[in-house]
């Protein structure tokens, strides 16, 4: 099936202190159409950015990507124009983010909020369009959806409010939905009834959704595939099942060790933490970023980039190490 | 859309922004009506009846020509308050404008726009307003367009910090992810957000702007005599301010009375627009 985004070699640089900072690194994936993909790793390693990339929402405009291609459903979309690519924002791309109760417009209700989507996008009368967005609160398991329509956001709670951003994000059925960190500031409960959410509309419409996150106990449950990036680059991409049972670089080792877990009985060790810090896009580094912090260095690590390396089954990282670190030790 | 009765239910709880808004309804009205209601002719000059005390003929006295204090408050009230809405309104305009520019627009534009505010705003704005009147020469018409020009600061300022702020706000960013342009999203997103302190200020800013106009009327820069202006009727008065105390007294009551009536109203004003408050 034709991948409904491949994203290839992908940079992007911001203006930093000392000149232009290279943000993103030779960033490579692609996603199939009802594909969940799971964009993981620790705050800084150009998640979000990205996420905003593909939207073409950089910062510095157009101008910040330094090459590579972002091709959505075969259509390139580096360098359209502003106006170009508002017709894809919203009605091909949607996105929905971290923070529910900033999302959301103080000022007005939820209908207008809603509507307004609707009506940028698709001709539509204001009343087809109050149908259409009562229909998509539905959508989303809400109960009462009129009543939540004439809603001003501060009178929803964080899962309402995460629901209705969906709801808005789904109500052009967009073919790729990137959500960034959707769950982060929800309680466990409301976390899952999300995740439910999102599975639901990649099973029932077939949109491919980016989910970006750092909780890998969330990103095992709900996606298909993983890629796992760190200081802009893509350290490992793979199947789920395989990135999580066997990991082939020592970074996505070690951010699995760093899961806490619930033991029956007795005390537990502390925490794994990985040692160190991501660091700083505006210096100058070379050889593997992540060498610094990792307990499998080599010299050569140092000098120069690591290769990427296939394990198979779609299953890359880009590691010296042979056959990746899933038998090695050293984190445990 | 806000209903009256939605108003009408927040301000029966506030006895203060009632009263503002009680004060500016009369004042108002009074302005309007003032040639239906007043006993006399702001300008007719009674000679024998000059500078009579308060009494049923005369509610508030006369004056040194005779002419009737209570009617002269009366017309004076549709001065003031012109004088008030309009320097505020064309204050805010201006200022909303280029408050915006240099908030969205940042970079050179917002540093030449701030370098300018910074300016005006760093002389005494009484000052740079006689200084004004007195290069354009006096009269109300130029009082006014000096005042004007000295509140234009504060809006550009407010403005430009509310978009600096608004800017970055989630719900502003998402909107560009749903396909909404620059126009949109000022439109929809960053003006209905500006409005609540817009409005506050400009309420609160009716009745400074009244004062400093009645200001420069008493120094004898903006409305002329015989203008029945309030600064202007108290100016003429400081020669019988101690044996008619009335002369006085009833103009700058009523400078008091709008200028209060505008505060307590500008205060209310973000309770009302306060969409928490609209509720149940």
Known sequence: ?332 | MMSLIKIWKILRHNTLTLLGAGLVILIVLMGLLSPLISPYDPNLMNIPARLQAPGWSHPFGTDEMGRDILTRVMYGARISITVGVSIVVIAAAVGCFFGSLSGYAGGKVDRGIMAVTDMVLSFPSMVLALALTAALGPGLFNTMLAVCIVRIPLYVRLMRGQVLALKEMQYVKASRTFGAGPVWVVARHIVPNCLTPLLVQMTLGVGDAILIASSMSFIGLGAQPPMPEWGAMISTARTYAIDQWWYAAFPGLFILMTVMGFNLLGDGIRDILDPRSVKN
């Open chain 1, 1 to 332: 099936m034709e991948p409904i985004l491949q994203v290839s070699h992908l940079s992007v640089s911001l203006p930093g202190k000392n000149g232009p900072a290279p943000i993103l690194k030779d960033i490579s994936f692609s996603l199939k159409q009802g594909e969940i993909l799971g964009l993981v790793g620790e705050s800084g390693s150009g998640k979000s950015m990205t996420a905003f990339a593909v939207n073409q929402l950089l910062p510095g405009g157009g101008k910040s990507i330094t090459g590579g291609s972002v091709l959505f459903a075969g259509e390139e979309l580096t360098g359209k124009t502003e106006k170009q690519m508002q017709t894809f924002r919203g009605k091909d791309i949607a996105m929905i983010f971290q923070e529910p109760m900033t999302c959301l417009n103080p000022v007005f209700t939820v209908k207008r909020q809603m509507t307004d989507v609707i009506m940028i996008h698709e001709k539509r009368s204001r009343k087809e369009a109050e149908i259409q967005a009562a229909d998509m609160l539905k959508k989303v398991h809400i109960r009462d959806p009129e009543r939540t329509l004439s809603c001003y956001p501060y009178e929803l709670s964080g899962g309402m409010r995460q629901r209705v951003m969906i709801a808005i994000a789904l109500s052009c059925s967009p073919r790729l939905l990137i959500a960034d960190e959707p769950t982060t500031a929800l309680d466990v409960t409301v976390q899952a009834q999300i995740i439910f959410l999102l599975q639901e509309a990649c099973q029932e419409s077939g949109t491919g959704i980016i989910f970006i996150s750092h909780d890998l106990g969330v990103v095992s449950q709900l996606c298909s595939r993983i890629a796992v990036m760190y200081a802009g680059t893509m350290a490992e991409t793979g199947p789920a099942s395989e990135v999580l049972k066997a990991p082939g670089h020592p970074y996505t080792k070690a951010l699995l060790a760093a899961v806490p877990r619930f033991t029956s009985g007795g005390v537990r060790d502390r925490l794994y933490a990985i040692p160190g810090m991501v660091p700083d896009p505006s210096e100058i580094q070379r050889g593997c970023l992540f060498a610094p912090r990792c307990p499998h260095a080599m010299d050569i690590c140092r000098t120069e980039h690591p290769p990427i390396q296939n394990l198979g089954n779609q299953h890359q990282v880009s590691c010296f190490l042979e056959k990746g670190v899933s038998r090695g030790d050293g984190i445990s």
